[in-house]
Nanobody, 120 residues
Framework: QVQLVESGGGLVQAGGSLRLSCAASGRTVSIDCMGWFRQAPGREREFVAQISRSGDSAYYRASVKGRFAISRDNAKNTVYLQMNSLKPEDTAVYYC?????????????WGKGTQVTVAS
């Protein structure tokens, strides 16, 4: 069975930084697209970032581009999201995702999420 476990969330002041980690088990992530989605209170879950299985391509929603960076360590079966210059509107539960083989398909697996709160 596939499990994705997020960590690194917390409370931070606007302009600060956090690094989220996602530890995967049950499937080798080196063959899959990994990513992050988020859901703010009262809003729909939205795409944040994805990274290809080789790590040579990354995709971001426009509002986080230049501030967030997704990376992966396939040897550790782990994906990261470095978040800089955080804004109150980044407050959300962040979910790790895994998509089989490439990023052209829909998400196959979801983590349970980690809370990120950015204070103004």
């Amino acid at each position: 069975q596939v499990q994705l476990v997020e960590s690194g969330g917390g409370l931070v002041q606007a302009g600060g930084s956090l690094r989220l980690s996602c530890a995967a088990s049950g499937r080798t992530v080196s063959i899959d697209c990994m990513g992050w989605f988020r859901q703010a209170p009262g809003r729909e879950r939205e795409f944040v970032a994805q990274i290809s299985r080789s790590g040579d391509s990354a995709y971001y929603r426009a509002s986080v581009k230049g501030r967030f960076a997704i990376s992966r360590d396939n040897a550790k079966n782990t994906v990261y999201l470095q978040m800089n210059s955080l804004k109150p509107e980044d407050t959300a539960v962040y979910y790790c995702t895994e998509t089989a083989y490439d990023c052209t398909r829909g998400v196959d697996y979801w983590g349970k999420g980690t809370q990120v709160t950015v204070a103004s």
